[in-house]
């Protein structure tokens, strides 16, 4: 095993703690903040076909994005994940259709559509938290790294600020988001570092 590999699964394991012993005022406002940060983004106004996730436990909160997405006429996708480390979107249009499926993460059923990852315009990515150059600590499934990997959607990153780190453990394959926001601010990044939105 890398040395990246064990310092990830030491940070999930931190993470993940720190992430249960956040006050759930400061959740609250983190999950509110998050909120008016992402449908402020001109590239979500503008887009027509979004992927997102469904979040769970202290997840930064993506329900009231995605009932915003839905009133505002998007085509919304969820990752559905299948054998081999592989994932692809399938539309949903109504989140209750959503079900439990790979460690206990809401998924749409088999039949839904797929739509193609060059339809998409916007993806929303899920991790424990980023580090301020974009990347990710994720779950350890590496789905989204190979399913992003050359892909030309503007990606987004959700994470609470008290979480995030100044630099995390990558690899050559990990893939960084092109934008982070959190309650407090949003950057887009730019030739490896952040600069402010709209710089």
Known sequence: MSCAKILKAELRKSISEETAALPDDYIIASDDGLLLQVVSLKEFVSARNI????????????HKIIEA???MGKTLAFPFCRNGGRMDARIVSNPGDLRPALLGIPAPPESAPVIEREDLELVIVPA???DRSGYRLGYGGGYYDRYLSGAA???????????????LPSEPHDVAVKCLVTECEVRNTRNGGFVPEGV
């Not at 992927?51 to 993506?62: A, K, L």
């Not at 994470?159 to 630099?167: G, K, Q, S, Y």
Request: positive net charge; proline residues 3%; charged residues 25%.
């Open 51 to 62: 992927m997102i996730y469904y979040s769970v436990r202290r997840e930064p909160d993506t």
């Open 128 to 130: 424990l938290t980023y």
């Open 69 to 71: 997405a839905l009133s």
């Open 153 to 167: 959607a503007f990606t987004v990153g959700l994470a609470r600020e008290r979480l995030i780190r100044d630099n």
